[in-house]
């Protein structure tokens, strides 16, 4: 057997573990073929795969090939069962006769058996399939590639014997091999503990399969790997995959770590979720390793084609060049962009031959190797540099490049080397060597022992300054071999060096192929050239250590004839890159006609400076904001362009910053503004509803319990009270609503909460608690707490449209001023973060903007009031937080509400006492401007047993009190009156009776203003319109029975 062959058949081999055997499937699981359907689907998937490795065979000789499906078709009968592999047998057979061939035959008969004989195996096996040992799967490798071996004969006597001969001892070597590569393991689900594994997998991972069977699947993977492997297994238990591969690294016993292919599928229950995972694992390493050599392989080999200083293109067999090094995108003067993909024959590409005659494309070196299939050596060709805008000589090498057996070139590889230069000197040597007694160089012939044989008169005037005249031998090689091998070297083509004549003269020295025994030597005075030189050098380097990018492009072609360091540093290019770029390369917005739009002003002299911004494009696909400065500058002969460039990255980050910021301060002042009108408002209609709910309750105390208007009043009563929540949400957006904070126990009041959001969702919507134990006091009121989940968990239900996953969570943070800098909106301090995150749509930009602001709403209406969110903003804010949101369109959305921390200890609640309805006793001085507010409440409390005075405002209350210095027991005082503030009457009023307690209540109010009064004890409570009368009545009776002296 060849060494071709066997490569073959293992690369064969190699291709159906590639595939990850007969497992990596699309919905395999394993012994769970539930339906008839399931197994066509199995058997479909396994026709494909073996079809695919039969596409890839060895070929033994015409007709006659080998491959893997034997394989394949045997694991397929073991594993799957008869429909299956029925379906692989016939597909896998019309495959093979389509092949054709003198063993079409027996390769039918080597399919129909080793599908056979995987059924017989099935059915002869008295244990589960996942108990398979490697030696079980090689000991069926065997029988199968026996009775493979033995069909041979079905081939003509001399034929079958000459092909077992040949391809015996490999089949039963590398075939049987196959059936047992591969690792099987088996796991639990919730703890990824393995179960089962077989000696394979044993073998791979350098434990004993005893030692495995105490151990997770976590503690064997790279802690690189074991994340995305989680969310693998994560995604096939919800159901979103039927089955994973993934290549990861496993850590052996001995330490070292090994690459492996792994294939997983669940092992599905009737309506269950998978209790086992079935794994399969082939070791992958030495592929690895050898795509690791690979890689190191191709760098060298790219640096090296990069950095020879010999242009090396290569032609596809259509003529394009599909590759060019940087020496040869130099010497055509293009880029690397417009050289790829191009053609030697279009007109671009313009050469000549040394006549100046142009050079036919048909016999150009490329084209000509390409063509004949032989190399092409030494021609030199002149190419027309585009940026230089000048012909390059180069000596041209073309080399065909053929694949294994075939005559035609598939490639050809050409170098290109410059002698540019050399062409130069040689034509200066013509025209020094004309006339040498009336050249005004110097000119001497020096013989190899070092003596003048002749100088003309300017070398005579140099001869004589260097004290040598008629002997030269100090400036030559020391003895005559050296000499002999100078005048060698100067026969191949001309030598030259710069040379100093004291410190203010310097030649340039040439050294022609000599003619005899001795060497001409030209010499041409660079005193002022290098003068020049120097000179531009020193404004050149003050011009690389500039901070700016500084460019100098051509006029017409645009191309770069001088950039800066900084250029150089900002952008990632090499000055080589850039000398073959343009201004287009590096300024994405722009195109060829725009750009030249804007040079135009230039051009035609309408404008001497042009001062714009765009961005620059970097080497690594990254781009930077940039403001230009560009000027033309006309010289003899050309005209180019200088363009200062600033990098404005900084610049724009602060305007950004800036711009971010202001609007976040003006939509703070926007939300404040539309809280003060909600809060307005509010305060109307409480009054109203304050007379209403008043008004209703007095009906029905006066109607019997058979009266039929008692639905209709209930019905009133019922629209009045949800009006009242209504503006209870617009009262808590604009911070307007009375709360009395205390002292919670975050975790506790959360789950509280959580307890009444439960049953307002549906079953479908599965809620996870992420409460950090130990999360820090709160100081606010339950009620705050209770709005801010209930809104958040109605808003994140709406949004998963009734199905998905509510996380509620909290956690401790302590915020920074870092943190403050990029939320202008919060502070610096502890804070305990409730967090809601949910599953569902998600929220666009545009609507971000708008989230907290009252009545806005993206339901359909009749769907929602659009106060959910704005009352949450209004919690968090009255709270002393503020509510933050990360969503994106399709992605979900988290709210983060921070709550200040509390160091007090939790404050135990209590429920007040029922007050009968006719309990009452005292005088009670009701101070409301609103005269429906005003009838009723005196209504309510007379049908009490109160004794009521009425006073519209502030002093008609003091005047009140003046007619009545005793037996007022408390005082109901609204908070809007007219020509007096809240403090001033209250003061007022304690100038006259500093005891009798006085009630506060209002639709709206400052909370501030409140506690403050409830602090300083000169109010002794506060009462929310609207009102019910138990509330009344119980805080009246409260306050006047703990005032001393009881009821007045």
């Known amino acids: 057997m060849t060494r071709e062959s066997f490569v073959a058949l293992v690369s064969n081999v190699s291709l159906l573990v590639a595939m990850v055997f007969v497992y990596d499937l699309v919905n395999t699981r394993l012994l769970n073929l539930e339906t008839r359907l399931r ?48 379906i692989v047998m016939a597909m896998a057979s019309v495959y093979r ?224 060049i599909v590759s060019a090094n940087a020496a040869a995108v130099s ?56 940026r230089e805008e000048a012909y390059r000589w180069v ?119 000599p003619e005899s025994a001795t060497l001409r030597v030209y010499a041409i005075d660079t005193t002022e050239t290098r003068a020049a030189q120097s000179g531009q050098e020193h404004y050149l380097s003050m011009l690389d250590r500039s901070l700016n990018e500084i460019y100098v492009f051509d006029e017409k072609s645009l191309r770069f004839a001088y950039v800066d360091g900084a250029a150089l540093r900002n952008l990632g290019y090499s000055l080589a890159e850039l000398q073959h770029m343009t201004p287009l390369d590096i300024k994405p917005e722009f195109t060829r006609p725009a750009f030249e739009e804007l040079l135009q002003p230039l051009r035609d002299g309408t404008k001497e400076l042009l001062v714009f911004e765009t961005v620059h494009r970097r080497k690594d696909g990254t781009t930077y904001p940039v403001e230009v400065h560009l000027q033309r500058f006309k ?81 009133i009563g019922t629209a009045a009270q949800e009006a009242a929540n209504l503006t209870r949400g617009l009262l808590t957006f604009s911070r307007g609503a009375m709360v009395q904070p205390v002292a919670l126990d975050t975790n506790a009041s959360v789950e509280r909460t959580l307890a009444v959001l439960t049953q307002s969702l549906p079953a479908s919507v599965t809620i996870v608690n992420k409460l950090q134990p130990g999360a820090w006091n709160v100081f606010m009121d339950q009620s705050q707490m209770t709005q801010i989940l209930l809104n958040l968990g109605v808003n994140a239900r709406d949004s998963m449209e009734g199905r998905g996953t509510l996380t509620v969570g909290t956690r401790n943070t302590v915020v920074d001023a870092a943190y403050v800098q990029a939320h202008p909106f919060a502070c610096t301090g502890e804070f305990v973060v409730l967090s809601v995150a949910d599953t569902g749509q998600g929220i666009s930009l545009q609507v971000l903007q708008h989230i907290f602001e009252p009545f806005f709403t993206t339901k359909s209406v009749g769907n929602g009031t659009g106060l959910g969110l704005s009352i949450v903003y209004g919690a968090a804010h009255q709270a002393g937080g503020w509510v933050t949101v990360q969503s994106d369109p399709g992605e979900g959305a988290l709210f983060e509400v921070y709550l200040p921390r509390c160091l007090e200890e939790p404050t135990p609640s209590f429920a007040p006492a029922s007050i009968p309805v006719n309990a009452g006793s005292g005088t009670v001085l009701v101070v409301e401007d609103e005269p429906l507010v005003c009838a009723v409440t005196q209504a309510l409390l007379s049908r009490s047993g109160y004794t009521v005075l009425t006073a519209p405002d502030g002093a008609s209350a003091l005047n009140v ?55 300083e004890g000169s109010v002794q409570g506060f009462l929310g319109k609207p009102y019910k009368l138990q509330e009344l009545l119980s805080t009246i009776n409260q306050l006047m029975r703990t005032t001393e002296g009881g009821p007045r």
């Open 39 to 86: 197994q066509v689907m199995i058997g479909a998937g396994l026709s494909i795969i073996t079809i695919a490795v039969m596409a890839a065979p060895w070929v033994f000789e015409p007709g006659i090939v080998f491959d893997t499906r034997s394989i394949l078709i045997s694991i397929s009968g073991l594993f799957f069962g008869a429909v299956p592999t029925v």
């Open 331 to 386: 010497m055509l003067g293009i880029t690397q962009g417009e050289i790829v993909t191009r053609r030697p024959t279009e007109p671009w590409w313009r050469s000549i031959h040394e006549d100046g005659s142009e050079f036919s494309a048909e016999f150009l070196p490329s084209v000509q190797a390409m063509r004949t299939g032989e190399a092409v050596h030494d021609v030199i060709i002149g190419i027309f540099n585009r």
């Open 961 to 1015: 009190l003046r007619d009545h210095p005793v037996g007022i027991g408390l005082i109901l005082l609204d908070m809007t009156m007219p020509g007096m503030t809240t403090s001033e009457i209250v003061r007022a009023i304690r100038a006259l009776d500093p005891t009798a307690p006085i009630l506060l209540n209002s639709g709206y109010t400052s909370n501030d203003i409140v506690k403050q009064m409830l602090e």
């Open 635 to 715: 010289g003899e002969g050309q005209s180019s362009f200088l363009a200062f460039i600033n990098d404005i990255s900084d610049r724009k980050r602060a305007e950004a910053e800036g711009q971010r910021m202001q609007a976040q301060l003006l939509q703070s002042q926007k939300m404040e503004a539309v809280g003060e009108l909600a809060g307005g408002v509010a305060h109307d209609f409480n009054n109203m509803l304050t007379g209403i709910l008043g008004n209703v309750a007095i009906v029905k105390e006066s109607m019997s319990l058979n009266d039929p208007l008692h639905e209709n009043v209930d019905a």
């Open 97 to 320: 006769i389509l092949q054709g061939g003198a063993a079409a035959f027996t390769g039918v008969c080597v399919i129909t058996a080793s599908g056979l004989i995987g059924l017989a195996w099935r059915h002869a096996l008295k244990r589960p399939l996942v108990t398979l040992t490697w030696r079980d799967l090689l000991s069926l490798g065997y029988a199968v590639h026996v009775v493979m071996l033995a069909l041979m004969f079905t081939l003509p006597w001399q034929t079958a014997l000459h092909v077992l001969s040949r391809i015996a001892l490999p089949v039963l070597t590398i075939y049987p091999l196959g059936t047992a590569a591969i690792g099987v393991t088996k796991t639990e689900t919730a703890s990824g503990k393995y179960v089962f594994v077989n000696q394979r997998f044993a073998d791979i991972v350098g434990y004993t399969r005893n030692e495995l069977l105490t151990m997770d699947f976590h503690e064997l993977t790279h802690p690189d790997d074991l994340t995305d492997d989680l969310n693998n297994v994560d995604l096939l238990v919800k159901g979103e995959l039927h089955e994973y591969s993934m290549e990861k690294r496993y850590r052996r016993k001995d330490g070292k770590t090994i690459w492996v292919n792994l294939t997983v599928s669940p092992l599905w229950q009737e309506g269950e979720p998978p209790k086992y995972l079935i794994g399969l694992v082939e070791d992958i390493s030495e592929r690895k390793r050898a795509e690791d050599a690979l890689t190191v392989s191709e760098e060298r080999y790219r640096t090296l084609f990069e950095s020879m200083p010999i242009g090396v293109l290569y032609f596809a067999s259509d003529d394009t």
């Open 395 to 513: 000596r041209v090498n073309a080399i065909p490049q053929f694949r294994v057996g075939e005559t035609s070139p598939y490639e050809v590889y050409v170098t290109m080397e410059d002698i540019t230069e050399r062409r130069t000197m040689e034509h200066e040597l013509v025209q020094l060597a004309s006339f040498p007694s009336q050249n005004p160089n110097p000119v001497v012939e020096i013989a190899l022992d070092g003596t003048v044989r002749y100088a003309n008169a300017a070398a005579l005037q140099v001869l004589t300054r260097l004290g040598l005249q008629g002997d030269a031998r100090q400036f030559l090689p020391e003895n005559t071999e050296q000499l002999e091998r100078l005048r060698h070297l100067c026969e191949a083509h001309p030598q030259a060096h710069e040379f100093a004549l004291g410190q203010a003269t310097f030649y340039r020295v040439i050294m022609a192929p």
